[in-house]
């Protein structure tokens, strides 16, 4: 296609930290152009921020409905290609579903809803339409993740026997829900967050993390979820054993109660040859340790790197890259995608390599089954889609 594709964002104002980051990433690659929002529930603040954003007063919204459906109205060379939602949980599915019904694409931040349920009708209703959704589970877009994921594929380490996830968190070390944190009172709020906390905020990364670069899927849980600081109305704390379809086992850490951690996200993954570790605070680094040999350090950037760490890249080895990059590297290959598609073309491979609507239902499974493990007497529950 020669023009960018169009944006249009739901949540996101002037003091969200994740919009903005949206709105970053998307505008890396020069794919994406943001065109209109419906940027915040309170009329005053959606107003401000479109202005404070450059959006023509005509397409800053007062609400995702108004947005959707007078962006629908529009000409095709005018209108929007997808919309981007940064909502808390509960306010995902309605927008998302009313896009879609309208013909759009959709970004959404994860988990993709409230509930189960919702995701399996978003799913549906993606399969009706042909339209893609894409969910931000950022970690996925990092090269060196993407170099560790080519390594298992090929089978450098052979058959997987073991996988070691954790995810560390401090910022909820206490009641910080009640000292104005309102991104921290949404998140312990079930109304908003849904039946789970810690492991529906950040277990879900990790879970889904050590699927991608795996290849593999849990089958079965065994969980311990707790409420460390007393009055929290959700899990702030989790251990979780895992059991793999091809017989290997792992171990789920999800904490937000770990105090002094920053986003100390890690994985280790083992198999009968070697294993691989790598930790999101140092991403441009990828460990592999060997059986019989000496431990190699892979580094972004190289030339020895996967096609696709090397896609994922954009600046020589020695330049860090990071958080922001990786979640740019979701959005240009989703914009590579509806690119595609609105050409008439097949995406590629390396297009389609971000996380799905697919992805967003095997999340919310998986809090459904981390959550009734916890609860349940029985040792192991099975991960049930």
Partial sequence: MNRKIRMGMVGGGKDAFIGAVHRIAA?????????CGALSINPEVAKESGEMLYLPADRIYMNFEEMIE???????????????????????????????????NVVIEKPIALSLEEAKQLQQKVEETGLTLCLTHTYSGYPMVKQAKAMVKEGK????????????????????????????AWRTDPKK???????????????????????????????????????????????VLLKFDNGANGVLIASQVAAGEENALKIKIYGEKGGLEWHQME???????????????????????????????????????????????????????VGAKLSGTEPTEAMLDFPRVEDGVRGMAFIDTVVASSESNEKWTDFKV
């Fill in 27 to 35: 505008n890396i690659d020069g794919q994406v152009e943001f065109c």
């Fill in 70 to 104: 007078k962006e629908s109205q529009l000409p095709a060379d005018k209108r929007i290609d997808f919309v981007t939602i940064v909502t808390p949980n509960f306010a995902h599915f309605a927008p998302a579903m009313l896009a879609l019904d309208k013909g759009f």
């Fill in 157 to 184: 380490l052979g058959a997987i026997r073991k996988i070691m996830v954790e995810y560390p968190q401090g910022w909820l070390s206490t009641l910080t829900e009640r000292e104005g944190n309102a991104g921290a």
């Fill in 193 to 239: 967050s849904g039946k789970s906390g810690c492991m529906g905020d950040i277990g879900t990364h990790a879970a889904q993390l050590a699927e991608y670069i795996s290849g593999l899927k849990i089958t079965k849980v065994c969980a311990d979820l707790n409420i460390v600081v007393p009055g929290r109305g959700l899990d702030d704390d989790g251990n």
């Fill in 283 to 337: 991403p441009n680094t990828l460990i592999v340790k060997w059986l019989s040999e000496p431990a190699q350090v892979y580094r972004a950037g190289q030339a020895y790197l996967s096609d696709a760490a090397k896609h994922n890249t954009r600046v020589p080895g020695g330049h860090p890259e990071g958080y922001l990059e990786a979640f740019a590297n979701i959005y240009r290959n989703f914009a590579l995608t």
